[in-house]
């Protein structure tokens, strides 16, 4: 069983950046998919960005070009870097995996979840 950790997250003026770790207690080795979603207060739990085990990476429209997935099998860690944060970005962000099958934005494709961390951005 995998269980994952994020960590990363706080309060950013907006246009400023964040780095978010997702840390895991067993091999990543054996996870296809990664992801991170994030939810808003009264929101859907909605997909951000993808990253599978060859390194493809998918994201959401509101966020590309402003973040980035990576995944470091080595330490068993997932980030994701945040630029040009904005308001509209504060959300609690959570790590996910996926033993099987390609990345999808459908939350219950995924096996694994962190607790979350929160995000504020402020204007």
């Known amino acids: 069983q995998v269980q994952l950790v994020e960590s990363g997250g706080g309060l950013v003026q907006a246009g400023g950046s964040l780095r978010l770790s997702c840390a895991a207690s067993?091999?990543?080795?054996?996870?296809?998919?990664m992801a991170w979603y994030r939810q808003a207060p009264g929101k859907q739990r909605v997909s951000v960005a993808i990253?599978?085990?060859?390194?493809?990476?998918n994201y959401e429209d509101s966020v590309k070009g402003r973040f980035s997935i990576s995944r470091d099998n080595a330490k068993n860690t997932v980030y994701l870097q945040m630029n040009s944060l904005k308001p509209e970005d504060t959300a609690v962000y959570y790590c996910?995996?996926?033993?099987?099958?390609?990345?999808?934005?459908?939350?219950?494709?995924?096996?694994?979840w962190g607790q979350g961390t929160q995000v504020t951005v402020s204007s």
């Open positions: 996910a995996g996926r033993r099987e099958g390609p990345g999808t934005n459908r939350a219950w494709d995924y096996d694994y």
């Open positions: 067993g091999s990543i080795v054996s996870i296809n998919s």
């Open positions: 990253i599978t085990s060859s390194g493809s990476t």
